[in-house]
């Protein structure tokens, strides 16, 4: 090749790889610098460290327990109105009781639950949970009596009158309730207060109105149905009818929610996890709050305290009290 330039071919190679390489490094410093600011200023809600600033300080050694009593594997938590605490645990007895204070009341619940899962309370004080090997819901008055058990025991099912591994139940004001079926299923079930079977929607896939583990369920003021839809990584949203109204797709893999009477939404993140805290109308990420330990359900006592139950032996509910 001739000269270009009054430069010979060779010098004009050399010079042209030194270029080439000044502007990767040039483009690569500029990709770091960019990264470096995705990283720290994405608007993807304040990060926390438990116990740090935020809207939550983790509390320390709060509950009251007798000699030789302790929590153990906690499978899930709720609070009645009047902050009555009732946890289901992985072990036997099924149930503790703890007062508004924290201080043990007592145990009950033996040789009723093969897997413990989920654990609400509703409006009237009545209990209710979820057993995932038994492929049951029951449902307890506030003193424990059970008063109501929905599945065969023993046998998993996709039918009106069986469920297959079962996860959470959410109760309606008129006493209709939603149980999420779960583990071995992909769907909603409806049912009247008296148990009657109403309805039920989803099956296994990726769409909308599909689920891939149903593992929690609540209510917002509106009486709109959220869904966590866990491996699918979204809260899924839907009328009393099953009809499918939205998703939020930005939140991670939701493994147990609470909806507090203002609308604001507690999910545990159990792949991170991590304690977020959303607007329950929009899905707005206002807080994560990270340090949690195989994180699996929340609730909120009636003071506005926040309680993650982790599924680990020795101490597993973390409470969370407002600043």
């Known amino acids: ?176 309730f939603f149980v999420t079926d779960g583990y071995g299923n992909s769907r909603v079930l409806k049912f009247s207060k008296d148990g009657k079977f109403i309805k039920t929607w989803g099956t296994k896939g990726t769409d909308p109105g599909q689920f891939n583990l149903p593992h929690t369920i609540v209510m917002d003021s509106a009486g709109m149905l959220l869904v966590g839809d866990r491996e699918n990584h979204r809260i899924q949203i839907f009328d009393q009818d099953g009809n499918f109204l939205d998703q939020w797709t930005h939140l991670g893999a939701p493994y147990g929610l609470y909806m507090a009477p203002d609308d604001t939404l507690f999910m545990v993140e159990g792949e991170l996890d991590d304690l977020l805290i959303v607007d329950g109308r929009t899905g707005e990420l206002r807080e994560r709050i990270d340090g949690l330990d195989n994180s699996h359900w929340v609730s909120m006592d009636p003071d506005g305290n926040v309680y993650v139950a982790e599924v680990h032996e020795g101490m597993s509910i973390k409470k969370f009290s407002p600043r």
């Open 1 to 176: 090749m001739g000269d270009i330039l009054g430069l010979p071919s060779a010098s004009l190679a050399g010079l042209t790889i030194d270029f080439v390489e000044d502007l990767m490094n040039r483009f690569l410093g500029l990709g770091i610098i960019l990264l470096v600011f995705l990283v720290v200023l994405w608007p993807a809600g304040d990060q926390v460290q438990a116990g740090q600033a935020g809207s939550y300080e983790l509390a320390g050694e709060w509950a009251t327990f007798p000699t030789g009593v302790e929590f153990g594997p906690v499978a899930s938590v709720a609070h009645t109105a009047e902050g009555i605490m009732h946890v289901l645990r992985r072990g036997e007895p099924a149930f503790f009781t703890l007062d508004r204070n924290g201080k043990y009341m007592r145990s009950w619940g033996e040789d009723i639950f093969d897997w413990s899962h989920g654990l609400r309370v509703d409006r009237d004080g009545f209990i209710w949970a979820t057993d995932g090997r038994a492929h049951e819901v029951m449902k307890f008055s506030p003193s424990g009596e059970r008063l109501m058990t929905l599945g065969k025991r023993g046998v998993a099912g996709d039918g009106p009158d069986t469920f297959n591994r079962p996860t959470d139940v959410v109760v309606a004001s008129n006493g209709d």
